[in-house]
């Protein structure tokens, strides 16, 4: 069964600090979200692509954090510089298309010390 | 905006017995609905979604979820719960129009005793 890819699992930095997080999504599917999942709280969409074009980014802290799905396949979430309140779960999803049902991965795990 | 309460942050049932876990939604018309469940360290898992048609919606590992129109709900009911059930539970609502954009709620954690 294909899945969602995500690496790395668990990433531990220090503020101020550059992190990066990478997502393959399940082939063929042409919509890609980061969604960030604060302890305790449900997940929160950050980014929606369809194919490499960002549709819905209003929920992400422009000023530090970018997105970017460069051949409309895997997709980086990058946060410069990190912040304290960055400690979460990072989750990729991808759908067929922007109806259809979306599928997780497994998460990377961020703490910021 | 469309918007996701799940009144029970936390709920322990014994194992073989009933669950029933409460969603209640906010959305001005017919909304899509999902649960997920979530394992510790993991991603979140599709349980079940209600697009329109049948009310009660089946779903993978037993569970199943009926639609309330009236009561702006979208419970979640398994008849006999197994130890493995332990997890957390998201209940989520996207809109008609765009269907892609979820909101979640704050989930209920389930625990298990044997």
């Known amino acids: 069964e294909a899945e969602v890819a995500q690496s790395p699992r668990y990433k531990i930095t220090e503020k101020s600090q550059a992190v990066a997080f990478w997502c393959d999504p399940i082939?063929?599917?042409?919509?890609l979200y980061w969604y960030r999942q604060i302890l305790g709280q449900g997940p929160e969409l950050l980014v929606q692509f369809q194919d490499e074009s960002v549709v819905d980014d209003s929920q992400l802290p422009k000023d530090r954090f970018s997105a970017e799905r460069l051949k409309g396949v895997d997709s980086t979430l990058k946060i410069q510089p990190a912040e304290l309140g960055d400690s979460a779960m990072y989750l990729c999803?991808?759908?067929?298309?922007?109806?259809?049902?979306?599928?997780f991965g497994p998460g990377t795990r961020l703490t910021v010390l | 905006a469309q918007s996701v309460t799940q009144p029970d942050i936390h709920i322990t049932v014994s194992e073989g017995a009933s669950l029933e876990l409460r969603c209640n939604y906010s959305?001005?018309?017919?909304?899509?609905l999902f649960w997920y469940v979530q394992s510790p360290g993991q991603g979140l898992q599709l349980l079940l979604k209600?697009?329109?048609?049948?009310?009660l919606v089946q779903g993978i590992k037993g569970f199943e979820a009926e639609f309330k129109r009236s009561q702006s709900s979208f419970n979640l009911r398994k008849p006999s719960v197994h130890w493995s059930d332990a997890a957390e539970y998201f209940c989520a609502v996207a809109t008609t129009g765009t269907a892609s954009k979820l909101t979640f709620g704050t989930g209920t954690r389930l625990q298990v005793t044997l």
């Open positions: 999803a991808s759908s067929l298309t922007r109806t259809d049902t979306q599928y």
């Open positions: 959305y001005g018309a017919t909304p899509y």
């Open positions: 209600y697009f329109s048609g049948d009310t």
């Open positions: 082939s063929g599917h042409a919509t």
